[in-house]
Nanobody, 121 residues
């Protein structure tokens, strides 16, 4: 079982930056991927970025490539999402995920509570 605690959301102007953190407790399998999804009101939850614990691979949605960077600190069981050059369309609730897949959702996923990111024009 995994518990995920997120922090770092807030209100920022377009072009600004935020860093989200996801601290994991409990057992996280090396084969499981840590990542971020987001969901805006009235829209489906969508993949943002992911990073593998067992390897050194990172994955990004096309919409955030070049702007967002995912990283990890295994000693702290923490994953970060550095968000730069934020756009209003980045406004969403951001969820941390630990699961067996990279960019999709499964029944075996663990989720954080979500943190609100609001980007103003």
């Amino acid at each position: 079982q995994v518990q995920l605690v997120e922090s770092g959301g807030g209100l920022v102007q377009a072009g600004g930056s935020l860093r989200l953190s996801c601290a994991a407790s409990g057992r996280t399998f090396s084969s499981y991927t840590m990542g971020w999804f987001r969901q805006a009101p009235g829209k489906e939850r969508e993949f943002v970025a992911a990073i593998s614990w067992s390897g050194y691979s990172t994955y990004y949605a096309d919409s955030v490539k070049g702007r967002f960077t995912i990283s990890r600190d295994n000693a702290k069981n923490t994953v970060y999402l550095q968000m730069n050059s934020l756009k209003p369309e980045d406004t969403a609730v951001y969820y941390c995920k630990n699961g067996p897949t990279i960019a999709t959702m499964t029944r075996n996923d663990y989720w954080g509570q979500g943190t609100q990111v609001t980007v103003s024009s």
